[in-house]
């Protein structure tokens, strides 16, 4: 049985997997996520890099320095400009070992309904209407 999980921009034109499980699920609600996304918050699943592999395509990235102070890379098509990957380049709160981890935006998975939020983050940065699934921790 494979555990690869596979993902992609809404165009077709990047394609990615991941060969193992996620090693975290969770949602941000930081002020780079809620501008990354367009919404409220971003879904991502996050692990190892070394189980991560780029199968078609290049995105387009930039670097910034997240709300926390970390320094991370958002990537994204170019072509059609779907969110894709998130990949922190020093340590933060979440990550002891930050440049072997990546995200993948949840909604970017060729199956997005295999997994679920089991925490969220920067909940104190949401906009007011935002909304919190039940049943998940959050942290300011």
């Known amino acids: 049985m494979s555990t690869s999980i596979s993902g992609r921009c809404r165009c077709g034109e990047i394609v990615y997997e991941f060969t193992s499980p996620p090693t975290r699920k969770y ?3 930081c002020r780079d996520c809620q501008q990354f996304t367009g919404t409220d918050k971003i879904f ?7 189980t991560f592999r780029l199968c078609q395509g ?3 990235s930039y670097e910034l320095i997240a709300d926390n102070g970390a320094r991370i890379n958002r ?7 779907s969110s894709l990957f998130i990949y922190p380049t020093i340590d933060n709160v979440l990550y002891s070992e930050a ?10 998975l060729d ?13 104190s940065r949401a906009p007011t ?5 039940e049943g998940i921790e959050c942290h300011a």
């Open 129 to 133: 209407w935002a909304t919190f699934p």
């Open 111 to 123: 199956n997005p309904n295999q997994f679920s939020p089991e925490f969220a983050v920067f909940v």
């Open 58 to 60: 290049v995105p387009q």
């Open 99 to 108: 440049d072997d981890v990546i995200c993948a935006a949840v909604g970017s």
């Open 44 to 50: 991502v699943i996050s692990g190892p890099r070394s």
């Open 27 to 29: 949602l941000c609600y």
């Open 75 to 81: 990537a994204f098509c170019g072509s059609c400009g």
